[in-house]
């Protein structure tokens, strides 16, 4: 292996000094690796190239899992709770003092308006070491004393103790968001990762790299390695023996893929996969709080959030007015280059995945959709005709068995039905084979607590959207997950609890 001494990968290139390589991280270095094979990491806005990506050969995903193991053994594992805590803290800190270069790399590799990335993104990257930093140190486990014959007794006291290597997977959606929230809990529990991030977004993943030395974190904690699913990075990590647990966001099929491969050697998988996810408004709500968050969670990081609104059930009373203030929102958004403080919509983060966001369009029309605005390609700039923009779009009148209403488009989208019951809405918003997400829009408190309890899924919101607090369970009922991350849940996935009985 190659062990270049580039300090880091600049993710935001300085004009005139054309594209940069992104390096694994493995043993606290930047490295190319032994892998012949790179690939090209492409600016969804403009199709510019941003940067070139070593691709990691199943070696140097094992040098990876051999960091990662002898930081386990090492360092690491002799560290008191507290003082990887306290260089947990420097991790978070690291990012915020280096906001600015996040806040680049981010925008760049997903073309999402930088007003989103400089308030979500990168503050949740720095508040998710922060949290379960501090949280591991307020966990308390059980004490059980027993009776024995000799009537001396004996106690029983569980102890956490880290799982080992965990292997995380991650997205492009909210890149650093989604690793960290990964990697947070897993160095707080004292396990050792190797990430695999999206190849469609590398960039935050390697500047990690340097904050995690210059916090202090030893080599081998915290290793990188870019790559795709299939017969690369994504495929070895999964199905390397010497990995403990994987850790995965994602779509549900890739979730299939990875928990077949997890089974061999019973590895744990703790899974936060996909969803379609409704939205009830009924006649009672506040209109103009249900419009605003409706048109947050359909159309916020052009509609690319597993959480995102995407089937929208409205009392009728209310929606012929809801439809047409909907599409006046989705009307007045503003489709431009991230760093623009105007732009309130960016392109989808791929022409690959725009095919498939506009196959749902022409299938929507096919369905005999009524098409209440765009549907289509957007008119662009001449500077942006080579990126992958799509127009916000708002359907109405396709039956419940249309595929636009049942698959996850993941686009900036949704169909808009009415009802006429609660029991009809509740019945029309848990009929998906998802349960990641849903929210209800209404002012009866009664109605609130008793919908929310008949709908299925992981998290319901109830006059709100997107908002959480961090120690709150997180995960996806049905075909949206296994597990919950967030909080106390997630030490479920990131130790293991082994007891130990003391005879007196
Ligand atoms: P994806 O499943 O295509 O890819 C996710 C990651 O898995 C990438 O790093 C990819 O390279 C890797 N991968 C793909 N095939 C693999 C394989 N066979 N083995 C190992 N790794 C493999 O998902 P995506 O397109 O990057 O993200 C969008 C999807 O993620 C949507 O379905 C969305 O709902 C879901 N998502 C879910 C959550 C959640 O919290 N539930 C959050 C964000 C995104
Ligand atoms: O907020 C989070 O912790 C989280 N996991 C959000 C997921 C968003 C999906 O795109």
Redesign the pocket.
């Known amino acids: 292996m190659t062990t270049t001494t580039l300090s880091r990968p600049d993710p935001a290139p300085a004009a005139g000094t054309g594209p940069k390589r992104v390096l694994h991280f493995i043993d606290g270095a930047h490295t190319a690796g032994t892998g012949e094979r790179t690939f090209e990491n492409r600016s969804p806005a403009d199709g510019a190239l941003i940067s070139t990506v070593h691709e990691a050969s199943r070696a140097d995903v094992d040098a990876a899992v051999k960091a990662a193991r002898a930081a386990l053994k090492g360092p690491w594992g002799r560290m008191t709770m507290e003082e990887r805590a306290a260089i947990l803290h420097k991790v978070a800190d690291g990012i915020t003092r280096r906001f600015d270069e996040f806040l680049a790399a981010e925008c760049l590799d997903t073309g999402k308006p930088r007003s989103l990335a400089s308030h979500i993104d990168i503050p949740r990257g720095a508040a998710n070491f922060k949290i379960f930093a501090d949280l591991v140190k307020n966990v308390a486990t059980e004490c059980f004393e027993m009776a024995t014959p000799d009537g001396k007794g004996a106690i029983n006291y569980a102890k956490r103790v880290p799982k080992g290597v965990i292997g995380v ?6 890149p650093l968001l ?1 690793m960290t929230w990964k990697v947070g809990p897993a160095l707080a529990c004292g396990n050792t990762v190797v990430v ?5 977004t590398p960039t935050t993943t390697a500047l990690l790299g340097e904050v995690m030395n210059e916090a202090g974190v030893p080599p081998g904690v915290y290793n990188v390695v870019h790559g ?3 017969n690369s990075a ?2 070895f ?2 199905t390397h023996p010497d990995v403990d647990g994987i850790t ?7 979730g299939e ?2 928990m077949k ?1 997890a089974a061999t050697g019973v590895r744990a998988v703790s899974f ?4 379609k996810n409704p939205a009830l408004v009924f006649a009672d709500c506040d209109l103009d709080k249900a419009i605003e968050g409706t048109m947050r969670s359909v159309f916020a990081n052009c509609g690319q959030v ?2 995102g609104t995407e089937r929208v059930y409205v009392e009728r009373p209310v929606f012929d007015e809801f439809v047409r203030r909907l599409k006046a929102g989705a009307e007045g958004l503003r489709l431009g280059r991230p760093e623009d403080p105007e732009t309130s919509l960016g392109p989808l983060i791929s022409q690959e995945h725009r095919s498939k966001v506009l196959s749902y369009y022409a299938r929507a029309a096919l369905d005999g959709a009524t098409v209440v605005t765009g549907g289509g390609i957007p008119a662009m700039p001449a500077d942006l005709q080579d990126g992958a923009w799509v127009q916000p779009t708002i359907w109405t009148g396709l039956s419940d068995d249309s595929a636009v209403v049942r698959e ?1 488009i ?1 686009g900036p989208c949704c169909h808009v039905r009415p009802f006429d019951t609660e029991e009809e809405a509740v019945a029309l918003a848990n009929d998906t084979p998802y349960g ?1 997400a849903a929210a209800v829009w209404t002012e009866n408190l009664a109605r609130a607590h008793r919908v929310a309890g008949q709908l299925e899924a992981g998290i319901v919101w109830v006059n709100s959207w997107f908002l959480r607090d961090l120690r709150t369970p997180f995960g ?1 009922a049905k075909q ?2 296994i597990g919950r991350e967030g909080g106390v849940h997630g030490l479920e996935f990131y130790t293991e609890l082994k007891n130990v009985c003391i005879k007196l």
């Open positions: 997977i991650s997205p492009w959606n909210l989604l695999k991030p999206s190849e469609e795709f699913g299939p994504g495929e990590l999964t995965f966001t994602g779509e549900t099929r890739t893929a990875i491969a936060e996969l996909g969803g597993c959480l996850e993941f990641l996806g949206s997950g």
